[in-house]
């Protein structure tokens, strides 16, 4: 895993590469992992959230972003990874999600690092494969291979589905 400054990560996102829709591009462990940019809202350094009691461990809490209450998902713990100790790397990706009756809300995931901006055409995603339904793929939008790299391109209305939390808590 390549972890980036803060320099590093604003070069990132001004930068692109190829042609098609874009994709904002962040670090879980050794995997790279996508979101569309044109639904990334803003990014930031962890600095800590607000505990809320009765929430699932990778629920961290809730941030106040200019009076808007973020619910905060560690995405690491989220898809069952080990949980690991927050760095300066660690960033906050607030995500515009669609919600039932295409309602929009912000919800920040804490990531590793990012990592680069990439234009991937939508020909080039390739679907998740099949594992039957014992591992849910259904927040994968798809897969794409990016020089030598894999990246997994999240569906992000699927991931943080209200229903989908709702489902796992506590």
Do not use: C, H
Request: net charge negative; aromatic share 6%.
């Amino acid at each position: 895993m390549s972890e980036m400054s803060a320099s590093q990560q604003d070069a990132a996102l001004q930068g692109t590469v190829g042609e098609g829709d874009q994709y904002l591009t962040f670090n879980l462990g050794d995997e790279e992992y996508g979101v569309d940019i044109l639904r990334v809202q803003e990014i930031k350094g962890w600095s800590g959230a607000t505990p809320i009691p009765n929430t699932p461990d990778y629920v961290k809490g809730v941030i106040n972003m200019r009076g808007t209450i973020v619910p905060v998902i560690d995405l690491r713990e989220r898809f069952g990874m080990p949980s690991r100790e927050y760095t300066q790397f660690t960033v906050v990706v607030l995500v515009r999600v669609l919600g039932p009756g295409d309602k929009e809300r912000i919800m920040g995931l804490v990531v590793d690092a990012l990592s680069e901006v990439y234009g991937i055409p939508e020909d080039e995603l390739r679907p998740p494969p099949e594992f039957g339904s014992i591992i849910r793929t259904d927040f994968i939008r798809g897969l794409a291979q990016v020089d030598e790299k894999m990246i997994i391109v999240l569906d992000a209305d699927r991931l943080l589905a209200e229903e989908e939390l709702a489902t796992e808590s506590v």
